[in-house]
């Protein structure tokens, strides 16, 4: 009977020999130790053999057993090392020392801004949000004061979806997303105060100043104080941040549906100096920073309590404050892909 235990040991060793990946081994593992393996087969015959044979047999094919199970460990174990080996020689290989071909890349004119802009916010207390780009008819219109049929949606060209939605045509799309998700501040907790750049769409006849793929940067404060001088500080503040420089800037009473009162922010045509030129469309002011006091009932529609709480809005276009810092003349460079034109500014 020892005979057929060491016939098995010998078939196993044969058989490990041969075996090249974790497949195979398992394969091996089951012939001989699964429920219908070898070593459990020969061990079913214990109970046909007499005391002292079943003694001497139980011994010998648990020990058999046993050795079968660490050699199987063992040599798995010894795969992963040689798989580990193998991924550290090739990652050796690798030498990040080396200078690249590729040519270098830089960040795109508008992401400058958009993270100068943040930078600026975040210190004096703004919390930075995202805001999706396919948005609900809701979310874009309604929920800013724009009803069905109200003609301020004919001044945004807007791409709808076959489902329904629409490709958000300006970032106060967000509005009503984050009122619900902050909420006004609780008693003694400071002003809600959010920033929210992203990418906007309208169909627009493309030329030197109209894009139909655009970015801009909408901005809120809610609190229960909040007045036209805190907006009008903040903007103060943002543009001399941005521009480092003094820049002329006007302020005109403007039309929005989602604030009342509503202000146009004209900034001085850095281009031209205000003489006139294409990008101004000769008029030597640029619209940049549409803002105002937002409507009591956007507020009502954000769940939040417009009796007890007011808050300014502003709606900046961040494509146009990057055209302007870096006095790029055409707004079309900005989306070509062009790397010649776009790798040239640094913040
Ligand atoms: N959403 C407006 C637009 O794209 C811009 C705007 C105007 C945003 C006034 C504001 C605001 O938050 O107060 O035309």
């Given at each position: ?77 010894k795969m ?16 990040f ?17 958009q ?26 219109f ?15 060209d ?16 967000a ?68 521009f ?104």
């Open positions: 009977m020892l005979e057929s235990i060491e016939k098995l040991r010998k078939a196993f060793d044969e058989a490990l020999a041969k075996v090249s990946d974790n497949d195979e081994l398992e394969k091996l593992r089951v012939a001989f130790l699964g429920k219908k393996g070898a070593v459990t087969d020969s061990m079913k015959e214990l109970k046909n053999m007499d005391n002292e044979a079943r003694k001497e047999f139980g011994k010998e094919i648990n020990v058999l057993k046993d050795n079968i199970d660490s050699a199987i460990r063992s040599f798995a174990d992963m090392n040689a798989q580990i080996e193998k991924q550290i020689e090739q990652a050796r290989k690798f030498d020392t080396v200078p690249s071909s590729q040519p270098e890349g830089s960040l795109h004119p508008i992401t400058l801004v993270r100068r802009i943040e930078e600026i916010f975040k210190s004096m207390g703004f919390i930075i949000e995202d805001g999706i780009e396919i948005q609900t008819e809701y979310n874009n309604e929920a800013v004061n724009i009803p069905k049929n109200h003609p301020a949606r004919d001044m945004q807007t791409y709808y979806l076959s489902n329904g939605q629409l490709l958000k045509t300006h970032t106060s799309a509005q009503n997303y984050i009122m619900r998700k902050y909420g006004a501040p609780k008693k003694g907790e400071p002003p809600l105060k959010v920033l929210f750049p992203g990418r906007c769409f309208r169909n627009e006849n493309i030329d030197a100043c109209h894009e139909n793929t655009f970015w801009q940067m909408e901005g809120m404060m809610i609190g229960e104080d909040i007045s036209i001088s805190n907006l009008i500080y903040f903007m103060k503040v943002l543009l001399s941040e941005v480092e420089r003094d820049v002329k800037v006007r302020l005109r009473p403007g039309f929005f549906p989602f604030v009342e009162p509503g202000f146009e922010l004209d900034i001085n045509c850095l281009i031209c100096g205000g003489e006139g030129c294409p990008t101004c469309k000769n008029s030597g002011w640029l619209e940049l920073l549409p803002c105002g006091m937002i409507h009591p009932n956007v507020l009502k529609m954000g769940g939040i309590d417009h009796d007890k709480y007011t808050g300014f809005a502003f709606g900046l276009g961040l494509t146009r404050l990057a055209m302007m810092k870096y006095e790029i003349t055409d707004i079309r460079v900005l989306n070509s892909g062009n790397l010649k034109a776009l790798k040239q500014f640094v913040s």
